[in-house]
């Protein structure tokens, strides 16, 4: 599989980095400006959060969850991270993903953070 370079990455990623390490497919990613980047070897790889039975991309007007209030509008600067989901934005919360959606949170599956 080619790698999806992420160019003139300056930034070097770490345990201590001040980034999210989440759980992706069997390694490690870190979250960064929504995206999720991987180290190999010299270069940053950028991977995508695929559409997939532990992430679907369904609306879900059911899911109700308390981890914040009905009001909140998800955006930048919100206080939850942004991540690339398949095509689209969600934001992470609580370790799952959040789609605002008309007036409710669309479910995307979890993401466990490493
Ligand atoms: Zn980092
Ligand atoms: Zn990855
Ligand atoms: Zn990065
Ligand atoms: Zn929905
Ligand atoms: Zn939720
Ligand atoms: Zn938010
Ligand atoms: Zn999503």
């Given at each position: ?109 979890n993401i466990h953070s490493?």
């Open positions: 599989m080619a790698c999806k370079t992420h160019p003139n990455h300056e930034h070097q990623h770490n345990p201590s980095c001040g980034h999210i390490a989440v759980h992706h497919e069997g390694h490690i990613d870190y979250l960064h400006d929504s995206h999720l980047h991987h180290i190999h070897g010299e270069h940053i790889d950028e991977h995508t959060i695929a559409e997939n039975a532990n992430n679907q991309t369904a609306c879900t007007p059911e899911h109700s969850c308390s981890s914040h209030d009905q009001t909140h509008q998800h955006g930048p600067g919100c206080g939850h991270e942004s991540i690339l989901h398949d095509k689209h934005v969600d934001f992470l919360v609580a370790g799952h993903l959040h789609h605002p959606c008309q007036n409710h949170c669309d479910y995307h599956g490493a």
